[in-house]
């Protein structure tokens, strides 16, 4: 139980394109996920969390019109990478809240090029 | 949260107990010490909490010092798999988690 579906797994795009990555809780709800993204050799960041039915709050430093977060519903959350550029290519990971801890996505691989 | 402090990196021979320290001196009361991992390239997976108390589950022991000022994660019998970055985290409530470095585990065949 209490798994969490991230897609796609991984992205290439053009630099000025944008991109969606999805995050789903599949057999729980969950009102709050978290956004992280990770480079290479270094640890999780947290950018933003995600409030079902509210607006996101965002990590200081990180963009919320370069990084869109939609959680419409309870099962999920949706992070946009608006207007793409090679210095936002990353492991993106989401994160889902449920009773007794969380759950992570197994995360996104964006390249920019 | 908590800040936590841990080594770099450790190696652990193969099919011996892997021992990670974690100093979280700062702890407060109500914090639990979480200790997640991450296999390269995947998102983190939840091993192990506690709050006083030692803890086992079919993946780890979480031992805690009295003082709650450190913990220790073991690994019973280390694997290539559990080749991995362990981070160990305070976190209070529903509270985010907030990731520091880790160690980075290396099992030697």
């Known amino acids: 139980g209490a798994v969490v579906s991230q897609h796609p797994s991984w992205v290439i795009c053009k630099s000025g394109t944008s991109v969606k990555i999805e995050c789903r809780s599949l057999?729980?709800?969950?009102?709050?996920m978290f956004w992280y993204r990770q480079f290479p050799k270094q640890s999780l960041m947290l950018m933003a969390t995600s409030n079902e039915g509210s607006k996101a709050t965002y990590e200081q430093g990180v963009e919320k019109d370069k990084f869109l977060i939609n959680h419409a519903s309870l099962t999920l959350s949706t992070l946009t990478v608006t207007s793409a550029h090679p210095e936002d290519s990353s492991f993106y990971i989401c994160?889902?809240?449920?009773?007794?801890?969380?759950?992570f996505g197994s995360g996104t691989r964006l390249t920019v090029v | 949260d908590a800040k936590t402090t841990q080594p770099t990196s450790m190696d652990c021979a193969e099919g011996r107990a892997a021992n990670l320290p974690c100093n979280h001196s700062t702890i407060s009361g109500n914090e639990y010490v979480y200790w997640y991992r991450q296999i390269h390239s995947q998102g983190p997976q939840y091993i192990i909490h506690?709050?006083?108390n030692n803890e086992t589950n079919e993946m780890a022991s979480l031992i805690i010092t009295e003082d709650r000022k450190s913990s220790t994660l073991i690994l019973p019998h280390a694997t290539l798999r559990d080749t991995a970055v362990y981070y160990c985290i305070g976190r209070e409530g529903d509270d985010k988690i907030i990731f520091g470095k880790g160690t980075r585990l290396h099992i030697l065949p």
């Open positions: 994160s889902a809240r449920r009773q007794g801890g969380y759950t």
């Open positions: 057999d729980f709800q969950a009102t709050t």
């Open positions: 506690g709050l006083k």
